[in-house]
């Protein structure tokens, strides 16, 4: 069976955030991930997952201000020294706190910018910082979000993930698979997964359209999950929804997966 993390920056928001950790614990999952946890001492941090036994997944590099129209900073050319803070901040948090993946979002096309300086910008900018995460071990992903919920994204769907991947480099950068952004994008999840799985890093999930809950849209969980285990998948997969409910009530996709 898939190992479930729960993002915790999407779920059990009804708590402060160091209280979702025993949250989780206590729901039934394994590990955690959350995106931006910079305003909170990482040690504390690393007490809660001690103390309920979680294994702390990934977490993001600084990537702005969401509501003003920033998505990261790694393909956006004269950002560069923004981004090089934001890695050293990241890498630090993840080393002290345990994590051994951090994702990385590649920003929105400036106007006045054609695309291809920007991918050139953020090959650059992300062969840098993969370099730097090697030297402790730590990986790298790249993730695709769709263009409903953030136009003009860099990155959009797998081809692309791949093609820029690819022309990197590095065998600590890898795909950040979300089955909602590829859903709305592409489809196809379980055929692109099979064909991606040596480059998939993580994989994250909600229903598509809507991203709430598994059973809110139009996605197969049940397939998809069982998928995931004939393929022997070792990673960890990522609830990363919006509950539509309480979060402990949305939670009838992970008890029927564990009642098989």
């Not at 950790?21 to 995106?35: I, K, R, S, T």
């Not at 946890?37 to 309920?52: G, M, S, W």
């Given at each position: 069976m898939p190992r479930f993390a729960a993002n915790i920056s999407f779920l059990f928001t009804e708590l402060?955030?160091?209280?979702?950790?025993?949250?989780?614990?206590?729901?039934?999952?394994?590990?955690?991930?959350?995106?931006?946890?910079?305003?909170?001492?990482?040690?504390?941090?690393?007490?809660?997952?001690?103390?309920?036994?979680?294994?702390?997944?990934?977490?993001?590099?600084?990537?702005?201000?969401h509501a003003r129209g920033d998505w990261g900073f790694a393909g956006i050319p004269g950002r560069e020294e923004t981004f090089r803070l934001c890695v050293i901040e990241a890498m630090e948090y993840a080393l002290e706190i345990g994590i051994?993946?951090?994702?990385?979002?590649?920003?929105?096309?400036?106007?006045?910018?054609?695309?291809?300086?920007?991918?050139l910008t953020l090959i650059d900018n992300v062969r840098r910082a993969a370099e730097k995460f090697a030297e402790f071990d730590l990986t790298l992903n790249l993730e695709a979000l769709n263009t409903q919920d953030v136009p003009g994204f860099l990155i959009s769907n797998t081809r692309d993930a791949m093609r820029l991947i690819n022309e990197i480099g590095g065998k600590n950068v890898m795909l950040q698979y979300d089955?909602?952004?590829?859903?709305?994008?592409?489809g196809a999840l379980i055929d692109t997964i099979r064909r991606l799985l040596p480059r998939i890093g993580h994989i994250q999930f909600a229903d598509a359209p809507g991203r709430g809950?598994?059973?809110?849209?139009?996605?197969?969980f049940p397939a998809l999950f069982a998928h995931l285990n004939a393929l022997r998948y070792k990673g960890w997969v990522s609830a990363e929804y919006r509950p539509s409910v309480r979060t402990t009530d949305s939670l009838a996709w992970m008890k029927a997966r564990r009642s098989r």
């Open positions: 402060p955030f160091l209280d979702r950790f025993e949250a989780a614990a206590n729901a039934g999952f394994e590990g955690v991930e959350f995106h931006y946890p910079f305003e909170f001492d990482p040690l504390e941090i690393r007490l809660r997952l001690d103390e309920y036994g979680l294994t702390p997944v990934l977490m993001n590099i600084r990537a702005g201000n051994r993946q951090i994702n990385c979002l590649a920003g929105v096309k400036p106007a006045e910018v054609d695309v291809r300086t920007c991918e089955c909602y952004h590829m859903q709305l994008m592409e809950e598994p059973g809110t849209g139009q996605i197969d």
